[in-house]
């Protein structure tokens, strides 16, 4: 409904992607959802906490997704013969409840390979990350309430607009993909 969705773009639940530790594929990243391209790229991913705000801190889950998702587009890039990436910026929605966090993740073929083989990263990476709130509610609160949905979907729609401009950079073309 917001146009996340398009030609060639799917919308895919408990999506496993497997993550790179030491050269070897261990264990997966499961996202809740995922935006993908045919069915390799993918180009953005969300995950949900149930739990409330105060309890659980989605970002760790978002950036470890966001990392597995570098490795693995760029593993797809290889194997169809395109140049693999030194960075993208991966976009990212958590959800606590119903409210979105809205993220740009920046990873780097360093910070990559610093998470798979446990060190400690020098410069630290910088993430975006955008708060949907509206006046006078309370965090638990989020979609069923009228006036935070009109401006949580408005900041979805901005949001597409946002990713849409930094996965291109990393997207293949549809007749390149085999």
Same mark, same amino acid.
């Given at each position: 409904?917001?146009?996340?969705?398009?030609?060639?773009?799917?919308? @895919?639940?408990?999506?496993?992607?497997?993550?790179?530790?030491?050269?070897?594929?261990?264990?997966?990243?499961?996202?809740?959802?995922?935006?993908?391209?045919?069915?390799?790229?993918?180009?953005?991913?969300?995950?949900?906490?149930?739990?409330?705000?105060?309890? @659980?801190? $989605?970002?760790?889950?978002?950036?470890?997704?966001?990392?597995?998702?570098?490795?693995?587009?760029?593993?797809? @890039?290889?194997?169809?013969?395109?140049?693999?990436?030194?960075?993208?910026?991966?976009?990212?929605?958590?959800?606590?409840?119903?409210? $979105?966090?809205?993220?740009?993740?920046?990873?780097?073929?360093?910070?990559?390979?610093?998470?798979?083989?446990?060190?400690?990263?020098? $410069?630290?990476?910088?993430?975006?990350?955008?708060?949907?709130?509206?006046?006078?509610?309370?965090?638990?609160?989020?979609?069923?309430?009228?006036?935070?949905?009109?401006?949580?979907?408005?900041?979805?729609?901005?949001? @597409?607009?946002?990713?849409?401009?930094?996965?291109?950079?990393?997207?293949? $073309?549809?007749?390149?993909?085999?």
């Amino acid at each position: 409904m917001l146009g996340y969705e398009k030609r060639g773009l799917l919308l @895919r639940s408990r999506y496993a992607i497997p993550l790179l530790i030491n050269g070897n594929p261990n264990q997966s990243a499961l996202t809740n959802m995922c935006l993908v391209q045919g069915s390799s790229t993918i180009l953005l991913v969300v995950q949900e906490d149930k739990s409330t705000i105060s309890v @659980r801190d $989605p970002e760790l889950q978002v950036i470890a997704e966001a990392i597995a998702t570098f490795q693995w587009n760029n593993r797809i @890039r290889a194997r169809l013969g395109e140049p693999e990436l030194d960075s993208m910026t991966i976009p990212c929605i958590a959800m606590i409840g119903t409210r $979105p966090i809205f993220y740009l993740v920046p990873v780097t073929r360093e910070l990559s390979e610093a998470v798979a083989t446990a060190q400690y990263l020098s $410069p630290p990476t910088v993430v975006k990350k955008c708060v949907v709130v509206s006046n006078n509610r309370r965090l638990s609160e989020g979609m069923e309430t009228p006036d935070f949905r009109q401006v949580a979907l408005q900041h979805y729609t901005a949001f @597409r607009t946002l990713a849409e401009a930094h996965w291109s950079a990393f997207i293949i $073309p549809v007749e390149m993909e085999a």
